[in-house]
């Protein structure tokens, strides 16, 4: 059997302790008027707090874009995001500490916990039509070889995924 000795010192520290575990039990005591019993996770500093609208062009191919058009809120514990394209989901992937995930449709967001505001980045998939030139006509040579003698244009639709970072501005 251990014997426990107390001094001061020791005694003092260990009442400290003690407080400091109630009041982060407690919500900390920051003011929070909820009467929640459980610490609420800090997304980011007050002053991102807001509504925000950012409206980037997406490139897809040879010097067209797409329009990536939305707004998002910055909670002191979420962030809500709504876009042009659709409607949009908390993505479960988000891990604990890492970036909050959102699927819109065609497009995903990766809200940096700390700074959504300026560090928030997108993955888009686009669609594009390239012109690619087809045999419209074939011959025989001579010697048996088949060889084209007219040409046609089609349209080969591909899908490319696009990735950037926002650049929001505060909504008024």
Request: aromatic letters at 8%; charged letters at 20%.
């Amino acid at each position: 059997m251990r014997s426990v000795t107390s001094d001061a010192p020791s005694l003092s520290r260990g009442w400290l302790c003690l407080a400091a575990l109630i009041a982060g039990a407690c919500g900390g005591g920051g003011g929070s008027s909820s009467g929640s019993t459980t610490a609420q996770p800090r997304l980011a500093t007050v002053g991102a707090l807001g509504s925000y609208v950012f409206a980037e062009r997406v490139p897809t191919y040879r010097g067209e874009s797409v329009p990536l058009e939305g707004e998002f809120t910055v909670l002191t514990d979420s962030v809500t995001v709504r876009t042009n394209i659709s409607s949009c989901l908390y993505n479960l992937i988000s891990t604990r500490g890492g970036p909050l995930h959102y699927d819109c449709g065609e497009v995903s967001f990766a809200f940096d916990r700390f700074d959504p505001v300026h560090r928030t980045t997108y993955r888009m998939k686009v669609r594009y039509s390239e012109a690619t030139q087809v045999c419209a006509q074939y011959t025989q040579d001579a010697a048996g070889r088949q060889r084209c003698v007219s040409y046609r244009t089609e349209y080969v639709d591909r899908e490319v995924i696009r990735t950037g970072r926002l650049n929001p501005r505060r909504s008024s």
